[in-house]
């Protein structure tokens, strides 16, 4: 494939290496831990410099008129925000890589968006909430995360990727990144979270996805609940 | 009858790790069949558009060979028979008849491939039975000629 090519057919085509996180021009982002690994590559995994797009049924149709996100469970203040009210949070910038349980990565990803923690703070997250299920508009899809893994410093709601908005077959408008687990867990075009005490496995997870799923334990990371 | 045939995937090797949630949308993208001793499911030779999974009973595979049937094997709950005539787009290698009442989940060929598309794990998991299943038969295959070379041998 020639340079063109690439530039023509894939816009997100990386034509260069992944920069080092200490190459990361922008004071203010945020660094994923990962991206400092001297192998960035997690075990089993290959390096794409394409952007491979993975979902169970396809783009939903999100409306972003009436597009809402919603935040229960265990919290002391369900919230429930617009497009616009949601664009009107503290935005955080990431520097991360993504890491898909198909086995590939994509390193090298900037995303822009709300900070999971800035949310959870507006909230008033109950100290008995140790899990999150993620509900996104796919058809009831969720996935469930451990709190601490949700909390993470560079975990957030982007809208944002390398500075343009997330299109609708990447999650957009606005999709759930945790850089530090398998890429099915940062939902795409999410609607909410809820905080739960008890884990409940996902739409992945009922049919025998890793519950946590990193990418960096046991040999081959946390794919599946079988082997 | 939904829940319990749900309850039964589940359980069966091949799904370990599904949830009875997860078990549910494997049956709802199928349709279960039921079927009396002596029904024929599957013929060698026809094309293939759908693959099953035994729920319930036991299925004989066998091909018909000089007038009279040979016995392959018995499928029991939680195999799936049929998938690789549709995977490799060939007719089908042998015939499948119901030995007893039994009971089928029924995949048409373009439900097998979305799921194997869409579930790479599942996928993953159906790719390594069939693989193991297709060795084992090497297998006895070669533990057959090796017999009977010793005998020309003797």
Redesign the interface.
Known sequence: MSFLDGLIKDPKYQQTDPRKPEEVSDPNIIISPDTRRENRIPPGQTRTKKWPVLD?HGAPPVDLATWQFEVDGLVERPLKFSLDEFMQLPPVKVYSDFHC??RWSRLDNVWTGVSTSEIAKLAGVKPEAKFVLALAYDYGWTTNVPIEYFLKEDSLFAFLHDGAPIPPEHGGPVRLIIPQLYAWKSAKWVKGVRFLAEDQ?GF??????HMRGNPWTSGDGE????S | MNEQYAELIAGFPL?????V??AK??LDAGEVKDCAPGDVLLKEGDSADFALLVLTGTLEVFVERNGQDLILTEAQPGTILGELALICGISRSASVRAKEPSTVLEWSDETLRTLLL?????AQ?IFRQALRTLIEKEQSLIDELAKKQGTANH
């Open positions: 169970a349980v198909t496995p992945w997870e009922e049919g025998g996805y794919r599946f609940r079988w | 799904f370990n790790g599904f949830t949630n997860g949308r494997i869409r579930d790479r794990s599942l998991r």
